[in-house]
């Protein structure tokens, strides 16, 4: 299989690693956005975000944010964008998940920008109930047999204080305003 991210793994590629351990690869990349975008994935391959076991996945973000750290201090940027391309529609073009840490600068005309469309009040309140049933399934179930249901019930107790923190401040006035944010 031909995977542009393994090959750097591999050693078979001619980019350049910045940082590596056992389970994470840093690297800059010859096609980028702009000078100093950086590439963080997993040395195994997974293709898509919902393959990479848990903690793996906290490593590469608590990673992309100290990489974010060094790339403000080395770069002198204003800003970062952290993206994940999850998927062909997400417009994912290797497909080996990895999270990108672009570096912004003011004026840098690159445009991350997307203009929210307002829903109609049906609209909201189906996607609403929709994602309830289904984020309700996956969040909330104690079914510890299937293990990635159990995975991520682990990941909501160790964020209970943001829940709460959520839940006090007005829970469906949150889920909406997040609605809003969908392109
Ligand atoms: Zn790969």
């Known amino acids: 299989m031909k995977c542009e991210y393994c090959d750097i793994v591999d050693r078979k590629s001619r980019l ?3 940082y590596e351990d056992n389970d994470l690869i840093v690297a800059v990349k ?12 997993p040395r195994q391959h997974f293709t898509i975000m919902e393959m990479v076991p848990e903690n793996i996945l906290e490593k590469c973000f608590i990673l992309a944010n100290k990489v974010g750290a ?4 080395s770069l002198e940027c204003q800003g970062t964008n952290i993206i994940v391309q999850n998927g062909l529609s997400a417009g994912q073009k290797v497909p080996h998940f990895a999270l990108e840490v672009i570096p912004r600068r003011d004026g840098d005309n690159l445009n ?3 203009q929210p469309k307002e829903l109609a009040e049906d609209e909201v309140e189906l996607v609403y109930q929709m994602l309830k049933e289904e984020v309700g399934k996956i969040v909330k179930s104690k079914d510890g047999k299937k293990g990635k249901v159990k995975e991520v019930e682990e990941v909501v107790v160790k964020d209970e204080k943001t829940l ?4 006090k401040e007005d829970e ?5 305003k997040s609605l809003r944010r969908i392109p």
């Open 16 to 18: 350049q690693i910045l």
């Open 30 to 41: 010859d096609t980028v956005l702009t000078p100093g975008q950086v590439t963080i994935f």
């Open 70 to 73: 060094a790339i403000f201090d």
């Open 112 to 114: 991350f920008q997307w």
């Open 164 to 167: 709460m923190k959520m839940q």
């Open 172 to 176: 469906k006035n949150y889920l909406l």
